[in-house]
T-cell receptor, first 112, second 116 residues
Framework: DAKTTQPPSMDCAEGRAANLPCNHS???????VYWYRQIHSQGPQYIIH???NNETNEMASLIITEDRKSSTLILPHATLRDTAVYYC?????????????FGAGTRLFVKA | SAVISQKPSRDICQRGTSLTIQCQVD?????MFWYRQQPGQSLTLIAT?????????ESGFVIDKFPISRPNLTFSTLTVSNMSPEDSSIYLC?????????????FGQGTRLTVV
């Protein structure tokens, strides 16, 4: 299974863009990159995913490098409610392909 | 978006007893997953539950400790057996819409278990 590496924590000022990096240097060709977040005491929440192209939705943007070895989740205007643990996950390609394996994630603190 | 109803939301249990956690999905799904989240830690996958077959357990988890049922395509239970304080965690269930790789997981809100 491809592994991901994320910084353990980051700070961001309210109203500014939060850029959360993720390294996944062993990613395989058909593996998707997914981002989830977990706000305190809640279940994880899906944010966005992508394969090769950059993606944008109402929550965030996902920038994937051309070699697919890393990606960045961008929250364009962070609010206090975006304080959470953010998980970058590469979905395994084998018969257990639907298993979502969580790493340690990045704890994002949005400060007023 | 898809919804999983999980209950109980929290419980305090005596050591040596068992607790069964239920998850109900609002539509039929092929696979359901059970996770444990120990205090201050990330989520760890316990097992995959498919309807009509035995659950598949991850390394370090065994059926005797965490028996799982999957009686139909919308429901699953996880039992935490013979509990000890080390079992104090949040337990979450999860599933997917669709059967291809381009689909996201959705999660229940978790069961916060405290064993005393």
């Amino acid at each position: 299974d491809a592994k991901t590496t994320q910084p353990p924590s980051m700070d961001c000022a309210e109203g500014r863009a939060a850029n959360l990096p993720c390294n996944h240097s062993t990613i395989s060709g058909n593996e998707y990159v997914y981002w989830y977040r977990q706000i305190h005491s809640q279940g994880p929440q899906y944010i966005i995913h992508g394969l090769k192209n950059n993606e944008t939705n109402e929550m965030a943007s996902l920038i994937i490098t051309e070699d697919r070895k890393s990606s960045t989740l961008i929250l364009p205007h962070a609010t206090l409610r975006d304080t959470a643990v953010y998980y970058c996950i590469v979905r395994p390609q084998n018969t257990g392909g639907f298993k979502t394996i969580f790493g340690a994630g990045t704890r994002l603190f949005v400060k007023a | 978006s898809a919804v999983i109803s999980q209950k109980p939301s929290r419980d305090i249990c005596q050591r040596g007893t068992s607790l069964t956690i239920q998850c109900q999905v609002d539509s039929q799904v092929t696979m359901m997953f059970w996770y444990r989240q120990q205090p201050g830690q990330s989520l760890t996958l316990i097992a995959t539950a498919n309807q009509g077959s035995e659950a598949t357990y991850e390394s370090g988890f065994v059926i005797d400790k965490f028996p799982i049922s999957r009686p139909n395509l919308t429901f699953s239970t996880l039992t935490v057996s013979n509990m000890s304080p080390e079992d104090s965690s949040i337990y979450l269930c999860s599933s997917f819409r669709g059967d291809n790789m381009n689909t996201e997981a959705f999660f229940g809100q978790g069961t916060r278990l405290t064993v005393v």
